[in-house]
């Protein structure tokens, strides 16, 4: 039996979908061999020690939270201790999502601890968090992103006029977020140039950084690939269709009841569903990404694949998108879990 802690909620903001990410993992684990454990980080980062039959789910319409009271753990590079004694941990599930947690400083936290752990190490993670790095790699393996540049809040303030100008060659549309962004936030698409000083500074509130693209017109696909006995697999292509009342995948698309669907798989030519997943295994190697990564592409009506971003920790409840298409591939919920565990270990 291998008692592994599963490490939920945290300082972004994407605290919220964590907990039910977890809630769905403690309600799916395999218990014939995992004996799991919680532990939370509040909003303001605390480390604390969570019941097992604490809520983290959805209760009368309000999202689980990690009280802020709750009782301290410890964690530190000799592992946990709660109440002054050590908690014995033989791996950590780091269902984190975003900064503080996706993008590779737990994992490094662990790695000074020398605890195994799911998912992707420092370098995978902290590249896949910020797109102006991830880009760049993916484009260098052959990969197609986007064309666009990288502005920091320090270029913004010292020459508006040429980033301007610069933008206005990609022809607007032209979309605007931030480099180390989710869930959209701060996500912008910039219809004409009276439109784009509001929507840098709106992306800078959200990270220095900031990525100005072409607005890629095309179907959102995504591709799960998953480390399965060492050996990344692609799942079966899904296609996102959105509410037509969205201009684009935005927060209200992603969260809003109904307001999004999953096709799987996507309605698209084999060849092209092919091509897609062989991508996707493509741009986790070319991050070195361990276990799991949810890889989104855009796919234009000539069947053209552009990369937007890949995620190392992707949305984990069991109606996610990551575990709906390893479902639809015959890969239950429970196994991936299960695969994802091994995979920490190997
Ligand atoms: N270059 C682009 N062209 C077209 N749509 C885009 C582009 N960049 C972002 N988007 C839209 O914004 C959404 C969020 O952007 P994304 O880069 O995936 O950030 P996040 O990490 O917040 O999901 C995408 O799913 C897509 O709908
Ligand atoms: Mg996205």
Redesign the pocket.
């Known amino acids: 039996m291998k008692r592994v802690a599963i490490i939920c909620g945290g300082r972004s903001s994407e605290h919220e979908i964590s907990c039910i990410s977890a809630g769905g993992v403690i309600a799916a684990i395999d218990r014939s061999k995992y004996l799991p454990l919680i532990i939370g980080i509040t909003k303001s980062g605390r480390w604390v020690h969570l019941e097992e039959d604490f809520p983290l789910r959805i209760v009368d319409g309000v999202l689980p939270v990690i009280p802020e009271n709750s009782p301290a753990i410890v964690a530190d590079i000799s592992g946990f201790t709660f109440n002054g004694s050590p908690i014995e941990i033989d791996i950590v599930f780091p269902l984190l999502h975003g900064p503080y947690g996706e993008d590779g400083t737990i994992q490094g936290m662990l790695e000074m601890a020398d605890i195994d752990y799911v998912g992707s190490g420092v370098l995978a993670s902290a590249v896949a968090m910020d ?1 102006s790095f991830a880009k760049p790699i993916f484009a260098s393996y052959g990969i197609k992103v ?1 064309d ?1 540049f990288t502005i920091t809040a320090q270029e913004w303030n010292d020459a508006p006029d040429s980033i301007t100008k610069q933008a206005s060659l990609l022809s607007y549309p ?2 605007t ?1 931030p480099a180390r ?5 701060g ?1 912008n ?1 910039v219809k004409s140039e009276q439109q784009l000083t509001g929507a840098i500074n709106e992306a800078l509130t959200f990270d220095s950084k900031v990525m100005i ?6 179907a ?1 696909i995504e591709c799960a690939v998953l480390e399965i006995d060492g050996k990344p697999q692609a799942s079966i292509v899904g296609k ?1 269709s959105i509410d037509p009342k969205f201009e ?3 927060f209200q698309a992603k969260y809003l009841d109904g307001a999004t669907t999953i096709e799987l798989p996507a309605p698209i030519p084999a060849d092209v569903a092919k091509a897609i997943q062989e991508q996707a295994v493509a741009a986790f190697k070319a991050l070195d990404c361990r276990g799991l990564a949810r890889v ?1 592409f ?1 796919l234009t009506s000539n069947n053209e694949i552009i990369l ?2 890949l ?1 190392t920790m992707p949305g984990f409840t069991e109606t996610s998108v990551f575990p709906k298409m390893w479902a639809a591939s015959g890969v239950s919920y429970t196994e991936v879990i299960n695969h994802l565990l091994k995979s920490a270990t190997l």
């Open positions: 797109k986007a666009g032209v979309f977020k962004g989710g869930s959209s936030r996500t698409k693209e072409n607005a890629v017109v095309g959102e996102i684009f995948y935005d989104d855009f937007n971003e995620n």
